[in-house]
């Protein structure tokens, strides 16, 4: 029998029509969800140890938590080859630098169908991040393309204060139907010249049909790992997609400390 308790209701922007609209919804503890696991669910929750001390400091980030990120990824999927080229700091700062870079307030799933051609034509092209990421992997761009299966596995770290003032949620892979999903057009992203396509998700007929899901307090010692595309389960017509989503977190105090946070993504590549 679960114990899952219910962490807070407060509302997450949805897309409706053209505009984003808040729908109120209940965000589940995970913490007392017992089995919350990737491959099933979309996301989980790790214990991860980092040898990053200062994670302001772009080097050392690259230096080591890429390597560790790629190696976590390995470990979870059993691919052959994990690709990491950057990563995102979300943070006041960064904020100020461009807009993107502030926490994302509305339901969506990174990539669509098609982001496998994307990210391939990406390493072809051989810019600096992406022939760092090969060397790192002892790959040339033509092994990218030549993979089996790409999935892409991506990790949020919560670096800054446990309560924080915009946490992220994720949400059960498998109580968001397709029908639920609508491409939108990325033409760049905080002023890259890398195109996209991302999954904006519409609110559901009933809110409790959407299962959302909240890790409190996150300590810089856990990761969430969660998928965001997946070439198998494309093929198969299958569920690749974990929405999620900032939002306001009505159990910290108004004044809370922003959120200081690091994303990386991983490409594995399965010969």
């Given at each position: 029998m679960s114990t899952t308790e219910e962490y807070c209701f407060t509302p997450m922007n949805y897309m409706g029509g053209q505009e984003t609209v808040p729908i109120e919804v209940p965000?589940?503890?995970?913490?007392?969800?017992?089995?919350?696991h990737w491959p099933k669910h979309g996301f989980e929750l790790l214990h991860h140890v980092s040898a990053v001390s200062d994670w302001d400091n772009k080097r050392e980030v690259a230096n080591y938590y890429y390597a560790e990120?790629?190696?976590l990824a390995k470990q979870m999927s059993g691919c052959t080859h994990a690709l990491v080229s950057s990563h995102i700091s979300r943070n006041p700062a960064q904020a100020q630098v461009h807009q993107d870079?502030?926490?994302i307030q509305f339901v969506h799933s990174d990539f669509t169908d098609n982001y496998a051609g994307l990210v391939t034509e990406r390493y072809l092209r051989e810019d600096p991040d992406s022939v760092r990421a090969l060397t790192a992997a002892g790959l040339q761009a033509s092994d990218v393309a030549r993979a089996k299966r790409m999935l892409i596995l991506q990790f949020w770290r919560n670096v800054g204060a446990p309560e924080m003032d915009l946490p992220i949620a994720f949400c059960d892979a498998q109580s968001v139907p397709r029908q639920d999903m609508q491409a939108i057009h990325v033409p760049s992203y905080a002023g890259s010249d890398f195109a996209f396509d991302t999954y904006a998700v519409h609110p559901p007929p009933s809110t409790s049909m959407h299962d959302w899901y909240v890790f409190p307090h996150m300590q810089v010692d856990e990761v969430v790992a969660f998928r965001t595309f997946d070439s198998d389960l494309v093929r198969t017509g299958k569920t690749f997609w974990t929405p999620h989503s900032a939002f306001k977190d009505p159990n910290v105090p108004a004044d809370a400390p922003a959120r200081c946070s690091i994303e990386i993504r991983a490409t594995c590549l399965f010969d």
């Open positions: 965000i589940w503890n995970g913490r007392t969800h017992a089995g919350l990120m790629a190696s870079y502030a926490p």
